[in-house]
């Protein structure tokens, strides 16, 4: 009897080594993980954004981000401007601010540690930094 077969106690231990032969007969499941597969139909949207990224992979970024500009500029404006100063919309604009909020730190992030638009159009990652992010 060797070490590794005794317990503690220095008894066998018999329920690891029954354990260790359930994992080594046990089946490795199937990987489920999402994978980049073959693109989908080029739209004109969709084309627009390949010619302004550099990783196709970086697509859901992109879209991501113009929804952002899509829904909160225009309620920030509106509450500062005072057309629509009431709570409950302000109440919506957060919601639509904590909405976002995972997805755009998550693009904040990626954007942060690789060049996410092409040489010609980098300065558009001052609109991330310095719109997206404030608002």
Known sequence: MNKSETGASGRKCK???RALRR????AIPAITDPDHSAPAPLTRARA???SLIRDPRDLPFLKVLAWIFLTLPPGAALIL???WPSWWFAAIYLAGVAFWMGPFVLLLH???HRPFFKREH???KAAIDWIAGPL
């Open 23 to 26: 994992l080594r007969m046990s």
């Open 48 to 50: 627009l954004g390949l």
């Open 110 to 112: 990626n954007v942060s």
């Open 81 to 83: 401007s005072g057309v």
């Open 122 to 124: 980098a300065a558009l």
């Open 15 to 17: 329920a690891g080594k």
